[in-house]
C-alpha cells in the first residue's frame, strides 16, 4: 500500500457504484470507494469530493469521502498554498514551488 493522501476533485464518471474517476486540472484518478460505509449513490458526475484514502497503484482506495457542496475551489486552493507557505516557514515543511 502507498502513502496516504488527500486529493479533491469532480466527479468525472461512476462505475459499478463503487468507483470514481475524479478530474482535477488535466489529471484524472481512479477512487475505489468499495470500502466505504455509506455507498456513493448520491453522488452525480460534476459534483466536487474530497477523498482521503491509500495509493493503490494507479489508483486510490478511499477512506473517507465528502461532497463539497458550493465550496469555492478558487479560494481554497489559495488557502491550502496559504498554509502551505505558512508551514514551510514555521514548521520546516518544504513549500510548492
Same mark, same amino acid.
Not at 69 to 92: F, G, S
Given at each position: 500500500?502507498?502513502?496516504?493522501?488527500?486529493? =479533491?476533485?469532480?466527479?468525472?464518471? %461512476?462505475?459499478?457504484?463503487?468507483? /470514481?474517476?475524479?478530474? *482535477?486540472?488535466?489529471? =484524472? /484518478?481512479?477512487? *475505489?470507494?468499495?470500502? @466505504?460505509? +455509506?455507498?456513493?449513490?448520491? %453522488? #452525480?458526475?460534476?459534483?466536487?469530493?474530497?477523498?482521503?484514502?491509500?495509493?493503490?497503484?494507479?489508483?486510490?482506495?478511499?477512506?473517507? @469521502? +465528502?461532497? /463539497?457542496?458550493? #465550496? *469555492? #475551489?478558487?479560494?481554497?486552493?489559495?488557502? /491550502? @498554498?496559504?498554509?502551505?507557505?505558512?508551514?514551510?516557514?514555521? %514548521? *520546516? %515543511?518544504?513549500?510548492?514551488?
Amino acid at each position: 500500500a502507498g502513502g496516504s493522501v488527500r486529493v =479533491t476533485g469532480e466527479v468525472k464518471e %461512476i462505475q459499478n457504484g463503487q468507483r /470514481l474517476l475524479l478530474h *482535477d486540472r488535466g489529471s =484524472t /484518478l481512479q477512487v *475505489d470507494a468499495s470500502s @466505504l460505509i +455509506r455507498p456513493v449513490n448520491g %453522488i #452525480m458526475p460534476g459534483v466536487h469530493v474530497q477523498v482521503v484514502g491509500e495509493l493503490e497503484g494507479p489508483q486510490l482506495k478511499a477512506r473517507i @469521502l +465528502r461532497v /463539497l457542496h458550493n #465550496m *469555492d #475551489m478558487v479560494l481554497y486552493e489559495e488557502c /491550502l @498554498l496559504l498554509r502551505r507557505r505558512v508551514e514551510a516557514q514555521y %514548521i *520546516d %515543511i518544504p513549500a510548492p514551488s
